[in-house]
């Protein structure tokens, strides 16, 4: 994952030091499944997604969404979905489908379709209209 050496590297972290940090958190990742990470060769579950954005504190929305260096720069999400950098941010952060486009939401079907994507992507405790948290 190119997120995971981006944000190492920024934090002048070893791969070593990295995996240290993990598993100090309560989290066993070693130095060689860090790497293998990194080059691609292993996969990511849940759990060490959560761990790498806890020990480098950044979300975990973070290390998903693709590097970019525009808002308006295609982003590929998995297989043949792709969107706008912005969009696939807003879609990873709850805030809009990932079939979004600029106006989508200006017509009453945008709007409720934006709104009930909301509804069923935010827990119920955060959602602003709490008669919808029910």
Not at 31 to 41: D, F, I, M, Y
Not at 75 to 95: F, K, N, Q, R, Y
Request: charged fraction near 25%; charge should be negative; hydrophobic fraction near 35%.
């Amino acid at each position: 994952m190119r997120n995971i050496t981006y944000h190492r590297t920024l934090r002048k972290l070893s791969i070593a030091a990295l995996a240290d940090l993990v598993t100090r958190q309560g989290h066993r990742l070693t130095r060689q499944a860090l790497s293998e990470v990194e080059l691609g060769n292993r996969r990511v579950d849940v759990d060490d997604l959560v761990a790498l954005a806890r020990a480098l504190d950044i979300s975990p929305a973070t290390l998903l969404m693709p590097l970019t260096r525009d808002h308006d720069d295609t982003v590929e999400v998995i297989g043949d979905a792709s969107a706008p950098a912005e969009v696939v941010w807003s879609w990873l952060t709850a805030e809009v489908p990932l079939d979004y486009r600029p106006g989508y939401g200006h017509t009453p079907e945008g709007e409720a379709d934006i709104n009930e994507f909301r509804r069923d992507s935010h827990p119920s405790w955060s959602r602003s209209n709490h008669s919808e948290a029910g």
